[in-house]
């Protein structure tokens, strides 16, 4: 299995990016997948999740009513929306695999098995 996170950059605090994990995995609609992010200096941190089937979401409370974890009409894709963005948002985002459907709130990165590369956002004040 193989993620591909994308759609990193600059932007102005304030602005809007739309991050993009994308699977080689025919099945990636049938498990949950989370975002990820960590900072210079910082452990990772858990910022959203989405279950298998796109109903249940999970939000750390740095970025709820911010950020929008999707999946895309193709199922192999997921996205993370993030608006309103501030300068504390800057960070290498990844996007990672979870087996286990994602019903529950599981925020550990131990939980997630097939990780992506990371895509870097950068929010200027």
């Known amino acids: 299995v193989q993620l591909q996170a994308s759609g990193g950059g600059l932007v102005q605090a304030g602005g809007s990016l739309r991050l993009s994990c994308k699977s080689s995995?025919?099945?990636?609609?049938?498990?949950?997948v989370g975002w990820f992010r960590q900072a210079p200096g910082k452990e990772r941190e858990f910022v959203a999740s989405?279950?298998?089937?796109?109903?249940?979401?999970h939000y750390a409370d740095s970025v709820k009513g911010r950020f929008t974890i999707s999946r895309g009409n193709a199922s192999n894709t997921v996205y993370l929306q993030g608006n309103s963005l501030k300068p504390e948002d800057t960070s290498v985002y990844y996007c990672?695999?979870?087996?286990?459907?994602?019903?529950?709130?599981?925020?550990?990165?131990?939980?997630?098995?097939?990780w992506g590369q990371g895509t870097l956002v950068t929010v200027s004040s």
């Open positions: 995995e025919r099945t990636f609609g049938s498990v949950a």
């Open positions: 990672a695999r979870d087996p286990s459907g994602g019903i529950i709130y599981r925020p550990g990165a131990d939980s997630y098995d097939f």
């Open positions: 989405i279950s298998y089937g796109g109903s249940v979401l």
